[in-house]
């Protein structure tokens, strides 16, 4: 398997998790997390960096045999 492919599947669901946090944080106003309402759109945007750098990285690389 190519490394890429491999490191763009790690950062995709690096990017799932984050965007989970991130809207679960807002949602709880910042109570159950470690982050207040407004702060928790950093894991939210980083989640999404991540999430499509994943995918960006799954669509462009090529297998090679």
């Known amino acids: ?11 995709l669901i690096l990017g799932i ?3 989970i946090w991130g809207a679960y944080a807002f949602l709880m106003g910042g109570d159950g997390v470690a982050v207040g309402q407004f702060t928790a759109a950093v894991p939210f945007i980083v989640g999404l960096i991540f999430f499509f750098s994943g995918i960006s ?8 045999a």
């Open 17 to 19: 998790i984050g965007i």
């Open 1 to 11: 398997m190519n490394m890429k492919r491999t490191f763009g599947g790690v950062l």
């Open 57 to 64: 990285l799954i669509k462009t690389t090529k297998d090679e």
